[in-house]
Nanobody, 122 residues
Framework: QVQLVESGGGLVQAGGSLRLSCAASLSSIRDYAMGWFRQAPGLEREFAAYIDWSGSTYYSNSVKGRFTISRDNAKRTVYLQMNSLEPEDTAVYYC????????????????WGQGTQVTVSS
């Protein structure tokens, strides 16, 4: 069974930074597109960013220019560097993985992590 374990969440002031990590139990993530989603209180889960097997990245408009997704295949880990954080970024952040980039684009990946809480105070 595939496990995705997020870490790095916490409480930060507006304008600050956090880096989230997602460690995968997969033998290799080279063939997987990896992404980050988030869910704020009372709202549906939404897409934030993904990175495919070639290293190409895609971001939602709400995080573009502030967040950077990257991957280390050797460590089977994906990262989300979040800068210039705003109170509106407060949410549970979920890591996701799928062999198909389209599945991430459709918010229907095969694998989800349990989530890590990010809270941005004003």
């Amino acid at each position: 069974q595939v496990q995705l374990v997020e870490s790095g969440g916490g409480l930060v002031q507006a304008g600050g930074s956090l880096r989230l990590s997602c460690a995968a139990s997969l033998s290799s993530i080279r063939d997987y597109a990896m992404g980050w989603f988030r869910q704020a209180p009372g709202l549906e889960r939404e897409f934030a960013a993904y990175i495919d097997w070639s290293g190409s990245t895609y971001y939602s408009n709400s995080v573009k220019g502030r967040f950077t997704i990257s991957r280390d295949n050797a460590k089977r880990t994906v990262y989300l560097q979040m800068n210039s954080l705003e109170p509106e970024d407060t949410a549970v952040y979920y890591c996701a993985a799928d062999r198909s980039r389209s599945a991430l684009q459709a918010s229907s990946p095969s694998y989800w992590g349990q989530g890590t809480q990010v809270t941005v105070s004003s």
